[in-house]
């Protein structure tokens, strides 16, 4: 069972920083994951609400401002002082660290409050530029975003994002189409995604931070799991 990062090491770094990534970047797990808005001037960034307030010193919506007003307020003192200073980074800066390493990249497109224009293919384009294709799945709430990228470019995985119980997850996800489900943790362990995890489509599981869940997921056969504390986690599985 592969395990990913969650918006980085986010358990021990503040989510979706630098700090955050090069922590991920140094452990030899599968992947990362972390997640993406489109800033009023069309940069892409690397941040999970659609406003700055939880995890910066400012507040409002990412779309209502520019990258370099972003850029003017700290991303890191909210979670310790230690990491005072951290900025908001761009979507560029989080694939040139993991360029340099073999990880995984979940990119998740954070399009199903604000559906931002232009955004797929955005990111479809840099990562086509930094030759990360094969090394990359998008996913995302909206099953619109995941629907487009598929369309125009085909050869990248995709994954859409649930946190509900689907009667038939497969064959909602052929309608899409998306590659593989990301699934909640509550909603794992249902029958009907027992029977996705059997056809072999891959299934990880978003957020698994305690061990035990770890284990019966792993019983399971689920693909992978999404973590805070991805070093813990990469220590116990490697024990068992
Ligand atoms: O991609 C898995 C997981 O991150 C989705 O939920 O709210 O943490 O972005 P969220
Ligand atoms: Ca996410």
């Given amino acids: 069972m592969d395990i990913y990062a969650h918006r980085g090491s986010s358990g021990t770094h503040p989510e979706n920083s630098l700090a955050a990534f090069h922590e991920a970047a140094r452990l030899p797990i599968y992947g990362v994951e972390f997640d993406v808005h489109l800033t009023k001037d069309g940069e892409l960034v690397v941040i999970h609400d659609e406003t700055i307030a939880r995890t910066s010193d400012g507040k409002g919506f990412v779309k209502d401002m520019t990258l370099a007003e972003l850029r003017s307020f700290d991303f890191g003192s909210w979670f310790s002082d230690e990491f005072r200073g951290e900025l908001i980074p761009t979507l560029y800066e989080v694939l040139e660290i993991f360029s340099e390493t073999s990880h995984h990249l979940n990119i998740e497109l954070k399009s199903d409050i604000f559906p931002y224009e232009g955004m797929v293919g955005e990111v479809?384009?840099?990562?086509?530029?930094?030759?990360?294709?094969?090394?990359?799945?998008?996913?995302?709430?909206?099953?619109?975003?995941?629907?487009?990228?598929?369309?125009?470019?085909?050869?990248?995985?995709?994954?859409?994002?649930?946190?509900?119980?689907?009667?038939?997850?497969?064959?909602?996800?052929r309608t899409i189409p998306a590659d593989a489900l990301h699934i909640s943790l509550p909603y794992a362990a249902r029958p009907s995604m027992r029977k996705v995890v059997?056809?072999?489509?891959?299934?990880?599981?978003?957020?698994?931070?305690?061990?035990?869940y770890a284990e019966a997921l792993r019983k399971i056969g689920v693909t992978a799991l999404f973590t805070d504390y991805p070093k813990k986690m990469m220590i116990h599985l490697n024990r068992k």
Avoid: C, W
């Avoid at 090394?135 to 909206?142: E, P």
């Avoid at 059997?198 to 035990?212: D, I, M, P, Q």
């Fill in 198 to 212: 059997e056809t072999g489509v891959a299934v990880r599981v978003f957020t698994v931070n305690e061990v035990k």
């Fill in 124 to 173: 479809v384009a840099m990562v086509q530029k930094m030759k990360l294709d094969a090394r990359v799945v998008i996913s995302s709430f909206d099953h619109e975003a995941v629907r487009a990228v598929k369309k125009i470019a085909p050869h990248i995985e995709t994954a859409a994002l649930f946190m509900e119980v689907l009667v038939d997850p497969l064959d909602y996800m």
